[in-house]
């Protein structure tokens, strides 16, 4: 029995149903999960141990990966059936990383390749898929914008000044490196030398957007300088 793939610790439901075709009632003595990750799968027993002929009964089956990738059990039934005392239903799943939940979201595929790579830009509109999926963009609609300050929920990072200080605001998932991926605001006075930039001392500014994202604000600690610039660090970690 396949279940679709689900992101770790989330549950997809299925319901199986143990039938009687023969003429006496079945007595039902166990159902219970055996295997690789018998954990993985809730079994919901059915309420009567008796199925009368003709019948059947419901048993419902939860899966929630507790990792990612393959997980597999098997659902043993047994029972007063002659013929097949005991009967096993093999049980599959797959867990996914936020990464590869995104990645199956938008193009039914969990490997880090094609059009779905972390560095593909399919929409071509110049952010490539890991800034997509790191700033809430819809991966194949062409349009990378910038984030409306204050109000906005999707977006490329905005600068502004803010008491003569450099500002910049972003979105971000929210779970830290359960969400797949870390963020880094940093701030430099060249924009074309790689070591010039470091993050901030000061504190971030966070709004909740929803149970999924927030809105973040973090300013440069210099103040009054000519030249400044802001960036944020995205980094994959699952």
């Avoid at 027993?45 to 059947?56: E, M, N, V």
């Avoid at 997980?71 to 005991?86: C, E, G, L, Q």
């Amino acid at each position: 029995l396949p279940f679709d793939p689900t992101d770790i610790q989330q549950a997809v439901s299925q319901t199986l149903f143990v039938k009687n075709p023969g003429n006496v009632a079945l007595a039902v003595h166990s159902i219970i999960g055996v295997g690789d990750n018998p954990g993985d799968f809730q079994i919901d027993a059915p309420p009567t141990a008796s199925i009368a002929p003709g019948a059947s009964a419901a048993v419902a089956v939860t899966f929630t990966p507790a990792a990612a990738g393959s997980r597999r059990a098997v659902m043993r039934v047994s029972s007063s059936d002659p013929a097949k005392p005991v009967l096993d239903v093999e049980l599959a799943g797959t867990g996914l990383t936020q990464s590869q939940s995104w990645r199956n979201l938008y193009f039914q595929q969990i490997e880090n390749t094609g059009d779905a790579a972390d560095l593909a830009d399919p929409d071509k509109d110049g952010a490539n898929n890991l800034l997509e999926r790191a700033f809430n963009l819809h991966p194949l609609q062409n349009g990378a914008r910038q984030l409306d300050p204050v109000t906005g929920t999707s977006g490329l990072p905005v600068t502004s000044l803010a008491a003569d200080r450099l500002r910049v605001e972003y979105v971000r998932r929210k779970g830290g490196s359960n969400a797949g991926m870390s963020y880094e605001p940093v701030f430099s006075s060249q924009l074309d030398s790689p070591a010039g930039w470091s993050p901030t001392s000061r504190p971030e500014t966070t709004s909740s957007i929803n149970d999924q994202w927030e809105r973040v604000i973090a300013e440069d600690e210099l103040s009054g300088v000519p030249n400044r610039f802001a960036r944020i660090r995205v980094i994959a970690v699952d």
